[in-house]
């Protein structure tokens, strides 16, 4: 979506439209779902988190400005709303990618394969893949959700995460050798 139909968006919204806030929600749902399950471990927990984000955007939507894109400011408020709700309870980061849930993004590897051995091997290789990404630290698992899942860029992603961008690149790079790693491990492991 451009700044445009951005700014179109922000202002429906701010106008009091009833109904308005649907499309931004629809529209996001996925960013900040993406980061919630990545940093809460707990599904009833991760409902209300993500609640509270969405809350938190409506009433602070007056606020942006556009000096950033709107997707970089709601997976800001995303991420420093999952870290405040895991400070308050005191409980530890977790990356938690758990089988069979919606925002898999591996699934269409597998759906688009009519070889029922080859779609065999590719969710073989999704699981392993999920297992790597869930032993991740979750500082890692959420530098590489934004990254690849959501086509964010490294500017973007230290934006969100307060961290320096050349730390937003080592993190990504530990990310994937620690995943590169560990499925070149059990493929060692199966050749035995």
């Known amino acids: 979506m451009s ?13 009091g439209e009833p109904y308005a806030f649907k499309p931004f929600i629809l529209k996001y749902q996925r960013l900040v779902g993406a980061i919630v399950s990545r940093m809460v471990a707990n599904r009833a927990d991760r409902e209300d988190v993500g609640q509270d984000i969405f809350v938190k955007l409506y009433r602070h939507l007056a606020s942006f400005q556009f000096n950033a894109k709107l997707s970089t400011w709601v997976a800001t408020v995303a991420y420093n709303t999952c870290l405040h709700y895991l400070q308050k309870k005191r409980i530890p980061l977790l990356a938690d ?7 898999d993004p591996f699934a269409a590897v597998a759906d688009a ?8 091997e590719a969710e073989e290789l999704n699981e ?3 297992r790597a990404i869930a032993g991740l630290p979750p500082v890692y698992a959420t530098v590489l959700s934004l990254y ?7 500017q973007e992603i230290a934006q969100v995460m307060q961290l320096p961008e050349g ?3 080592s993190y990504l790079f530990r990310a994937r050798s620690s995943i590169k ?9 199966e050749e035995l």
């Open 128 to 130: 392993r893949i999920q």
């Open 3 to 15: 700044e445009t139909e951005d700014r179109l968006l922000v202002e429906t919204v701010l106008s």
């Open 148 to 154: 690849h899942m959501q086509e964010m860029k490294y």
């Open 113 to 120: 394969l009519p070889d029922p051995a080859r779609r065999y």
């Open 181 to 189: 790693r560990q499925l070149a491990g059990l493929q060692g492991e």
């Open 167 to 169: 730390t937003v690149k």
């Open 97 to 103: 990618m758990r089988e069979g849930e919606e925002a």
